[in-house]
């Protein structure tokens, strides 16, 4: 199984087609997870839990490094990833109390 903690330097630079010593890899990763974590409520740990995040997560950094100079005034969402995301999202659901 695939994880998204296995995503290094190397995996999004071969994904690109870009050199792994680019400087933005780091950014795009850690703003792919960023996102990620954001929309589905869930940490960076529980990424791992679904293969699909894999991919999620590389589509993520192509996209944010096919727009880094792209301006508009709409958002582009991917519907793919988005799709994906929403499988996993736990932010809409009612949390159970816990006691103390």
């Known amino acids: 199984m695939v994880k998204v903690s ?3 330097a190397n995996t999004i630079a071969e994904y690109l ?16 997870i960023g996102y990620a974590t954001s929309y589905t ?6 990424l ?5 995040m894999y991919i ?9 490094y096919d727009q ?11 519907n793919v990833v988005n799709t994906i995301l929403s499988l996993h999202s736990v932010n809409l659901l009612p949390r159970q109390e816990v006691e103390a």
């Open 6 to 8: 296995d995503i290094d």
């Open 17 to 32: 087609h870009i050199d792994a010593t680019d400087p933005l890899i780091p950014g795009l990763y850690r703003a792919a």
């Open 41 to 46: 409520g869930r940490t960076e740990e529980e």
């Open 48 to 52: 791992d839990l679904f293969e699909d």
């Open 56 to 64: 999620a997560i590389l589509i993520l950094c192509s996209d944010f």
């Open 68 to 78: 880094r100079t792209e301006h508009t005034d709409k958002p582009k969402n991917n």
